[in-house]
């Protein structure tokens, strides 16, 4: 089955560096996969998504600061984080949808939304702070 499973995450510095990992297995096919993150008391919101076909997109509070990359051959999926600040902190969270959401077709572009992701991992704590 699809399973997900985060790393490397941990406690830093303001301005500091961290790169996430998520390893991913039980499939090979993929719609599209994300990166989402959920700090204390508030929703869980998207920070990157990756399509199938490799277009990448960063939300604006983080796409000069953070790098999404994928390995092709396994579907692992990483996140670089640069510059971190203390509003960084949250527990971040891999996901993955095998398909687009109903209707919609392999060409439409990655839902931020939560809900057409159906496999999460465990997530991963990142804490910034002096």
Not at 16 to 38: D, E, I, N, T
């Amino acid at each position: 089955q699809v399973q997900l499973v985060e790393s490397g995450g941990g406690s830093v510095q303001p301005g500091g560096s961290l790169k996430l990992s998520c390893s991913a297995s039980g499939y090979s096919r993929f719609y599209c996969m994300a990166w989402f993150r959920q700090a204390p008391g508030k929703d869980r919101e998207n920070v990157a998504t990756i399509h199938t076909y490799g277009k990448v997109k960063l939300v604006s509070s983080v796409n000069d600061r953070f790098t999404a990359t994928k390995d092709n051959a396994t579907n692992d999926l990483y996140l670089s984080m640069n510059n971190l600040r203390p509003e960084d902190t949250a527990v971040y969270y891999c996901a993955t949808a095998l398909n687009p959401p109903l209707g919609h077709s392999m060409f439409t572009p990655c839902p931020g939304a939560r809900e057409p992701y159906k496999h999460w991992g465990q997530g991963t704590q990142v804490t910034v702070s002096s």
